[in-house]
């Protein structure tokens, strides 16, 4: 997601962009050659005396130990925008001091084409400019919504941190399926993505809910209508998601 991050904001010529990185992959390496970012090992070597923001792309695991290095950007004054699951504010307030302006971030993997939705918290203490300057940087992925709660930071991460996987797996589903009824694989597989992909491109063009594009296409006692009385039978799909996205949230909750 740094990646993705990254790209955007190269290509919106956002900058200086300073990257910590202790084991850099081979595009960064690229992109510190072209000067399109300055790179660095570690924190203690920013010699950047103010930055305006510091966006930590850093896994839940790895920031719960990680967060204390990072506390100097926060005393400076940078705006700290944390896109870790699972990591509350408590947590991030401790390492980087009461005084610290934190975001909490969770954007989706779409973000690296450009497709992608991030939902936002604000932490006390931040401000309106704060607010605009996360909504700016996060805008490089995509989409930005605001949430008023933090719990509901895990809602988000269920719903559409998580979210991709399930589609991916829709289209793993509807391959197998295809195959069960004869289809070659590579048949099946192209008709699914092609469904799924284009789905959601007209989802995304169209402003009519949801609802109302599945009716659109569905005939009554038509084919369609015969697969939807399963997908929506009392234990169906949405059932089922809901069950998924539950916990989902609930694991969230225990990464705290």
């Known amino acids: 997601m740094g990646g993705a991050l990254l790209k955007g904001w190269i290509a919106r010529k956002a900058g200086p962009i300073i990257v910590v990185e202790p084991k850099p992959s081979p595009a960064l390496r690229t992109l510190a ?3 399109a970012i300055i790179l660095v090992a570690a924190p203690s070597q920013v010699k950047a005396k103010k930055l305006s923001a510091c966006v930590v792309a850093l896994k839940p695991q790895i920031l719960k130990h990680e967060a204390p290095v990072l506390a100097e950007f926060a005393r400076s004054g940078a705006l700290m925008i944390s896109i870790a699951a699972g990591t509350d504010t408590q947590l991030l307030f401790q390492a980087w001091g009461k ?3 934190i975001v909490r971030a969770m954007p989706n993997t ?3 084409i450009g497709q992608g939705i991030t939902g936002l918290f604000a932490a006390k203490g931040t401000t309106q400019a704060d607010k605009r300057k996360a909504t700016a940087l996060l805008s490089a992925l995509g989409e930005t919504i605001w949430v008023a709660k933090e719990n509901l ?3 988000v991460t269920a719903v559409s941190g998580s979210g991709p996987a ?3 797996l829709m289209a793993e589903a509807m391959t197998e399926a ?3 009824e004869g289809l070659p694989r590579e048949q099946a597989e192209k008709l699914a993505r092609a469904t799924v992909a284009g789905s959601g491109a007209l989802l995304a063009a169209d402003k009519s809910p949801a609802a109302a594009l599945r009716e659109a296409v569905t005939s009554p006692g038509g084919t369609t209508q015969a697969a939807l009385n399963v997908l929506m039978a009392d234990d169906g799909l949405k059932s089922l998601m809901k069950r998924a996205i539950r916990a989902a949230r609930l694991r969230a909750e225990e990464l705290r």
């Open 33 to 35: 050659k072209k000067k």
């Open 99 to 101: 005084k610290a302006r």
């Open 110 to 112: 779409p973000g690296a």
């Open 153 to 155: 930071i895990d809602s």
């Open 166 to 168: 399930y589609l991916f």
């Open 178 to 180: 295809g195959i069960a």
